[in-house]
C-alpha cells in the first residue's frame, strides 16, 4: 500500500509553461485534494473532489485546473505558470465518511521563474 | 468561514521539558479539529484528531490535545519532548463539520535544544 503519491519531487518552470502536477492513491479513497504551502501562511486549499467526474474549487483556485477521471488520480495542471505560483504543493486523500482521516502527499516543490 | 489562529510561530524547548501548543479556531457549529506534524522536507502526519466525546484526545508519539468549547481552542501538549519533536505544527479545523476541506493555522516551528 504505497497511500498518496506526487510526482515529480521538485520542478522549475520559466514562467508561461505549462504542467501537471501528478496524484495518485491507492486506498479506493473518495476525496481528493489539492493545498499549497507557503511560508508563513499553512497550507491554502486549491481544488477537491468528491468522487470521480466530481470537482469544486478551494480557497485559491484561480491558475489551476483538475479533473478527476478514475477513483485513484487525481492531477494538478498549470496552464500558463506564474511566479506567484512557486510553492510547494501537497496532495491528499480519505475515505467517504465524515470522521476519516485525510492523508497526504510527499509533495511537489515548484519554482516559477 | 472557519479560520485558525497559532499565535506562536516559534517555540523552542528543552530536551524533557513539557510542551504546550496553542491553537484557536473560529466555527460556528461543532468543529473537526485536527493537529498535524510536519517535518523538514516532508509531508504532513496526522498526530490526533477530535470529531466529538471526550474533549481529551491521545494521539501518537505521547501528543494530547484538549477541547475547551468555551474557549474556542484545542491545545497541543507533551509532557517531556523528545528531540525528535522538533519539526512544524499545524492545526486545522474541517470545513463543514467534515475532514475533507481543511483550514489550517500558519503552523508552530518546534525547536528542541539538548
Known amino acids: 500500500n504505497a497511500g498518496v503519491t506526487q510526482t515529480p519531487k521538485f520542478q522549475v518552470l520559466k514562467t508561461g509553461q505549462s504542467m501537471t502536477l501528478q496524484c495518485a492513491q491507492d486506498?479506493?479513497?473518495?476525496?481528493m485534494s489539492w493545498y499549497r504551502q507557503d511560508p508563513g501562511m499553512g497550507l491554502r486549499l486549491i481544488h477537491y473532489s468528491v468522487g470521480a467526474g466530481i470537482t469544486d474549487q478551494g480557497e485559491v483556485p484561480n491558475g489551476y485546473n483538475v479533473s478527476r477521471s478514475t477513483t485513484e488520480d487525481f492531477p494538478l495542471r498549470l496552464l500558463s505558470a506564474a511566479p506567484s505560483q512557486t510553492s510547494v504543493y501537497f496532495c491528499?486523500?480519505?475515505?467517504?465518511?465524515?470522521?476519516?482521516?485525510?492523508?497526504f502527499g510527499p509533495g511537489t516543490r515548484l519554482t516559477v521563474l | 468561514a472557519q479560520s485558525v489562529t497559532q499565535p506562536d510561530i516559534h517555540i523552542t524547548v528543552s530536551e524533557g521539558a513539557s510542551l504546550e501548543l496553542r491553537c484557536n479556531y473560529s466555527?460556528?457549529?461543532?468543529?473537526?479539529l485536527f493537529w498535524y506534524v510536519q517535518s523538514p522536507g516532508q509531508g504532513l502526519q496526522l498526530l490526533l484528531k477530535y470529531f466529538s466525546g471526550d474533549t481529551l484526545v491521545q494521539g501518537i508519539k505521547g501528543f494530547e490535545a484538549e477541547f475547551k468549547r468555551s474557549q474556542s481552542s484545542f491545545n497541543l501538549r507533551k509532557p517531556s519532548v523528545h528531540w525528535s519533536d522538533a519539526a512544524e505544527y499545524f492545526c486545522a479545523v474541517g470545513a463543514g463539520g467534515t475532514a475533507s476541506k481543511l483550514t489550517f493555522g500558519t503552523g508552530t516551528r518546534l525547536q528542541v535544544t539538548l
Open positions: 491528499a486523500s480519505r475515505a467517504g465518511g465524515p470522521t476519516d482521516t485525510q492523508y
Open positions: 466555527y460556528g457549529a461543532t468543529p473537526y
Open positions: 486506498m479506493n479513497h473518495e476525496y
